[in-house]
């Protein structure tokens, strides 16, 4: 990221024990130079907004905020300016990354203005949008927002009901809400600050549909005041980012120049006609939205980073609170010594570090797909699946992970002080912008039967009947590219998986890969059955919901297993790789014993073995133990941008 030398409040170099410097710098994996970087040089002073600031408070020093942030290099780190229309992928998810450390209100405000509404008019604008209004958007002169949603219509973006009509007589574009439902809704930066946003809705020339478009449409004039034929509405308090100021907007036939439309894919040429340079409407539907993957990549990092923050806080308190009398313990026994409290902490700094070499991965992929690299149609499908379950299984758990530290910090963490509870009102949304978790999920396993349907459409005959064979004995199918890795490490053990020992990394790969395998054919299977008794193709997939959640579930787990299992190729034997096996063995054994159900119903475990899982979880936990510092100390949140008195407090 790009900082000014006299970016001021620099933090002091941290403390750390080695095992801790070492965990984050394999944490932070290969972008490790970027995010040290941006702890060494992050603007700390006031980093933590007041929670007893009201909305309108908070909405200023919100704002406040993020022009101090920009002018010091931390706001539109990545975007481009105008004067350069290259854009750094990696740069501008380090910089979200970074402020996900701080006041949550600011960093979403900062995704809001720079990754969503600056993002719609780099990706979908053409040279001439990025000329004139760029440079305005990444010095904060012109604030606006991405007014996609509608009270109507929130994950189906394709029936949003706001029309964008081509007018020949003037050469316009006229925006109209043709009804309530129409409504913009739930839009940052248009309760107060903004003066124009990025529309999206459906486009019409001479009377043909062409699909939903996005044009650019002022809002406000210079004082604030609603512009002839818009009308914006306040969403007031919120259940968090109280700095965020969400509002409404709806149109009565607004007019607004041609140029204003972001043709980058389609729009009116100076003939009145329509034309774009992709000539399929899905096609370019889905390439208009694809190019906006980058926010969800973003938003599943953020809230990795608030989990971690959460998990810190709680960390460092049991290491220092001490709680009732014991022989040989003076002052009492330490909240971490207590076995049910590592429960509570440790499998889930264990699932942090998880997500983390998970996310390095994701990010290699948009940096490929986004930066200068080539890459193919497949890519982006792969990058677009990954970014859609990433965001799911990282905001549900950070949700639950920060609700868990709350719980764990007792009555301090319900201090407002402690930031715990302000980092959970925070983190709820996250779990339903950028999309839906559960449709999100929906949208992994669509794209998993596709991929299964072109395997099994690219066998020969011969291959379809040793397939079907496979299918039938419930056997696993052959490994693909994507999981090739843990193919090979459960091949090993397939045979006899109960002759090994249950940290065995072979042991862990096969029921990953047994269990996303399995739950994906027996799924299709399913779906052939109901297909066939069904006329109604909607009720065939609404009736399997719950199979089709389960099913990307367990491949997104199999894919974070296999990051890190990646990850631990990189670390050189010794203490550090010691420490690292055990994290990943209790990552991987948590998710099998909350899913020992499923394992022992389709007979991939016996009884005895699923009993025995909770002792060995504990086992690990109580090895884990000496290092819970350094564990946190790995997951890269400085002891001192905590913000919490209970971390530190008064001897």
């Not at 007041?50 to 200023?60: C, D, I, N, S, Y």
């Not at 009509?165 to 009804?179: A, G």
């Not at 709350?406 to 959970?424: K, Q, T």
Request: glycine residues 10%; charged residues 25%; hydrophobic residues 40%.
């Amino acid at each position: 990221m790009t900082l000014t030398p006299e970016a001021p409040h620099v933090p002091a170099t941290e403390s750390l024990t080695t095992l801790g410097a070492d965990l984050r710098t394999h944490l932070d994996g290969q972008y490790h130079p970027q995010r040290s970087v941006g702890r060494a040089t992050f603007p700390t002073e006031g980093m933590h907004r007041a929670p007893e600031m009201g909305v309108v408070e908070a909405r200023e020093w919100t704002l406040n905020r993020l022009l101090e942030l920009e002018r010091h290099g931390f706001g539109h780190a990545g975007v481009p300016d105008g004067a350069n229309t290259v854009q750094d992928p990696l740069t501008a998810v380090m910089a979200f990354e970074m402020l996900a450390h701080a006041d949550l209100s600011v960093t979403i405000k900062s995704g809001v203005q720079f990754g969503l509404f600056g993002g719609a008019v780099t990706n979908l604008g053409t040279a001439w949008h990025h000329e004139q209004f760029l440079p305005a958007i990444t010095n904060l002169t012109l604030l606006g927002g991405f007014a996609m949603t509608e009270l109507g219509h929130g994950s189906d973006v394709a029936s949003v009901e706001t029309t964008i009509t081509y007018v020949p007589e003037t050469d316009e574009y006229e925006i109209h809400s043709p009804t309530p439902t129409a409504t913009k809704a739930y839009i940052g930066n248009a309760a107060t600050h903004g003066t124009m946003a990025a529309v999206f809705g459906q486009l019409i020339v001479d009377g043909t549909g062409h699909g939903v478009h996005t044009v650019l449409v002022p809002l406000r004039d210079d004082n604030g005041r609603d512009l002839p034929g818009v009308t914006t509405g306040d969403h007031g308090h919120k259940g968090g980012l109280l700095g965020v100021d969400n509002g409404t907007i709806r149109f009565d036939h607004v007019r607004v120049p041609r140029a204003m439309l972001l043709n980058r894919y389609g729009g009116v040429n100076a003939d009145g006609t329509y034309e774009s340079p992709i000539d399929n409407p899905n096609r370019r539907f889905f390439t208009m939205l694809g190019t906006l993957v980058r926010g969800r990549v973003c938003v599943g990092g953020g809230a990795g980073v608030a989990a971690r923050r959460a998990l810190s806080i709680a960390t460092r308190h049991a290491l220092n609170r001490r709680q009732f009398p014991a022989a040989g313990r003076d002052g009492g026994v330490l909240l971490l010594d207590y076995l049910t409290h590592q429960r509570r902490l440790l499998p889930r700094i264990a699932q942090s570090y998880a997500l983390g070499f998970a996310q390095n991965e994701l990010i290699r992929d948009l940096v490929k797909v986004q930066g200068e690299e080539p890459s193919t149609e497949e890519d982006q499908r792969n990058l677009e699946t990954r970014a859609a379950g990433m965001k799911a299984v990282t905001t549900w758990f950070a949700n639950d992970a920060v609700q868990e530290a709350r719980e764990a910090c007792g009555g301090a963490g319900y201090m407002s002080e402690n930031h715990i509870v302000e980092i959970r009102r925070d983190i709820d949304i996250f779990a339903t912008f950028e999309g839906d978790n559960t449709v999100l999920m929906q949208l992994v396993t669509k794209a998993l039967l596709t991929d299964y349907r072109k395997e099994w459409s690219d066998l020969d005959r011969t291959g379809v009947v040793q397939a079907t064979a496979r299918v039938a004995g419930e056997q696993v199918a052959e490994a693909t590219a994507v999981n090739i890795a843990l193919d090979r490490l459960a091949s090993a053990v397939r045979r006899r998986p109960e002759e090994t020992t249950l940290v065995d990394r072979r042991w862990h790969a096969l029921m990953f890969e047994d269990r996303a395998r399995h739950s994906l054919e027996s799924l299709a299977r399913r779906m052939r059955a109901v297909g066939k008794t069904k006329d109604d193709q909607f009720e065939a997939f609404n009736a399997l919901g719950e199979h089709v959640q389960f099913v990307a579930r367990a491949h997104m787990d199999r894919l974070v297993l296999q990051s890190f299992v990646d990850a631990l190729d990189a670390v050189e034997p010794g203490e550090t790789r010691e420490v690292l096996e055990r994290v990943c063995s209790l990552y991987a054994l948590t998710s099998i014993y909350e899913q020992r159900a499923w394992f022992m119903e389709h007979n991939r475990i016996s009884s005895g073995r699923s009993k025995a899982l909770e002792g060995q979880i504990d086992a690990l936990c109580r090895e884990l133990r000496p290092h819970a510092l350094s564990l946190v100390e790995g997951l890269g949140v400085p002891a001192s941008w905590l913000g919490a008195p209970l971390v530190a407090p008064e001897k």
